[in-house]
C-alpha cells in the first residue's frame, strides 16, 4: 500500500520559512517524479513544484519562484520543500503527490497524480 505522509506545517508570519517534508512508503520511491501542490480555502488545488526521480528536473510556479526549493533524498524516500519569505496568500493545506512526470505543465495536471497524501496545513499571518 502506497502511502505518502507530509510533515513540517505550522504558522509563522510573513516574511518567514518553513520546510515541508514527504515521507514516502510502498513505492519505488527513486523511480518516480514527485509534486508539491496547495490548496486554500475556496479555491482549486494548484501545482506548486515538482522533481524529477534523479533531481535532473525541478520546476517551479511563477508565483514561488526564487523563494521555494524542492528538493529529495532517495536513500531517505523523502522530498522537501524549503520555503522561504512566506506571504500570507499562502495560507493552504500542503500536500505532496506522484508519480505523474515533472514538467512546467503537468504541475497543472492535479487529476493526473496517482498517490496523494493527506496534507499539511501552512498558515502564514501578516
Known amino acids: 500500500q502506497v502511502q505518502l505522509v507530509e510533515s513540517g506545517g505550522g504558522s509563522v508570519h ?3 520559512s518553513l520546510t515541508l517534508s514527504c515521507i514516502v512508503k510502498g513505492m519505488a520511491f527513486d523511480d518516480y517524479a514527485m509534486g508539491w501542490f496547495r490548496q486554500a480555502p475556496g ?3 494548484e501545482g506548486v513544484s515538482c522533481i524529477s526521480a534523479m533531481s535532473v528536473t525541478r520546476e517551479y510556479a511563477d508565483s514561488v519562484q ?3 526549493t524542492i528538493s529529495r533524498d532517495n536513500s531517505k524516500d523523502t522530498m522537501y520543500l524549503q520555503m522561504n519569505d512566506l506571504k500570507p496568500e499562502e ?3 500542503y500536500y505532496c503527490a506522484s508519480t ?3 514538467s512546467r ?3 497543472a495536471r492535479t487529476e493526473e497524480y496517482n498517490y496523494w497524501g493527506q496534507g499539511t496545513q501552512v498558515t502564514v499571518s501578516a
Do not use: D, I, Y
Request: charge should be positive; proline fraction near 6%.
Open 105 to 107: 505543465s503537468n504541475l
Open 66 to 68: 526564487g523563494r521555494f
Open 91 to 93: 495560507t493552504a493545506t
Open 100 to 102: 505523474f512526470p515533472c
Open 43 to 45: 479555491k482549486k488545488r
Open 14 to 16: 510573513a516574511g518567514e
